[in-house]
């Protein structure tokens, strides 16, 4: 038997932008599992980022071999994106000394969808902020690095860049004209950084529903009825948790040979409506 050759995390360094909670958190655990020796995990200061930090190092089990790291991490308005990334992508690197070998974008807001006439610039700018300017942003930094000896993410097939996304990218649903917009800008995006970035290996994921958590912070007492309504609007007849959903991010940090590529993960709900049994 040869077990080391399934740990291609051994000793590897993540970075999980939005790993405070949900899908970014569970990322971070299963990086540990498969031997990461450092996450970083960078969101909005506060407790929850310091909890979420100290949570994770309880699940190491305190082994001394895995450091964790929280960094905060938040966008005012979007000409901030700028400083506020360099300034988190120095800390997180401790001054570009320790470079990651993965990079897992989760952050995300809670925008309701706008209906098309009440659309404006300043309201599309302000949706896609901080899930489509931000990483664009971000890579401009990875790109940079190598070339200004201030590297972020190491230059290697073996090295990833993940950007999540929403599954409504892939089909037309009413009312979702500005989201839809950026959200079809994101997995494009992911295909020309594969490019611009190689051999780093860059995808987008395009989810579903997933229950995080977040739905009932964006529709306060509904949560739960939209979890269960989606229930029944998937071939799975059901909903997925964070942990299960992480495993896509961790296969994909673990093929050398995926990039450029949109892996969706929605349970087939892009299916699902003209084929219920």
Do not use: C
């Not at 038997?1 to 958190?25: C, D, F, H, T």
């Not at 079809?184 to 020309?192: H, Y």
């Amino acid at each position: 038997m040869e077990p080391a050759k399934w740990r291609k995390l051994a000793n590897q360094r993540v970075l999980v932008i939005g790993g405070s909670s949900g899908i970014g958190y569970a990322v971070a655990e299963g990086a540990i599992a498969y031997g990461a020796s450092r996450i970083v995990l960078a969101s909005r200061a506060g407790d929850k980022l310091q909890q979420a930090a100290t949570q994770l190092q309880l699940f190491s089990g305190g082994n001394d071999g895995v450091e964790v790291l929280s960094v905060p991490f938040a966008v005012g308005d979007i000409a901030s994106i700028d400083v506020s990334l360099a300034e988190m992508l120095r800390i997180a690197t401790d001054n570009y000394r320790k470079p990651f070998d993965h990079i897992i974008y989760t952050a995300g807001d809670n925008h309701k969808p706008r209906a098309l006439e009440d659309v404006t610039i300043e309201s599309s700018i302000e949706s896609a902020k901080l899930r489509f300017f931000a990483p664009l942003i971000l890579a401009k930094y990875i790109a940079k690095g190598e070339k200004e000896a201030q590297p972020v993410l190491l230059k290697s097939r073996k090295s990833s860049f993940l950007i999540s996304n929403g599954f409504t990218s892939l089909f037309p649903l009413k009312g979702w004209s500005q989201e839809i917009g950026f959200h079809a800008g994101i997995d494009g995006l992911a295909r020309v950084l594969a490019v611009d970035l190689q051999p780093i290996r860059v995808n987008s994921i395009p989810l579903g529903v997933v229950d995080t958590g977040l739905h009932e912070k964006s529709f306060p007492g509904l949560g739960q009825t939209i979890v269960d309504v989606q229930k029944q609007s998937t071939l799975i007849h059901g909903v997925p948790v964070a942990d299960e959903v992480a495993e896509l991010y961790l296969g994909l940090m673990k093929d050398g040979n995926t990039t450029g590529a949109n892996v969706v993960s929605d349970g087939g709900a892009r299916f699902a409506t003209s084929n219920k049994p």
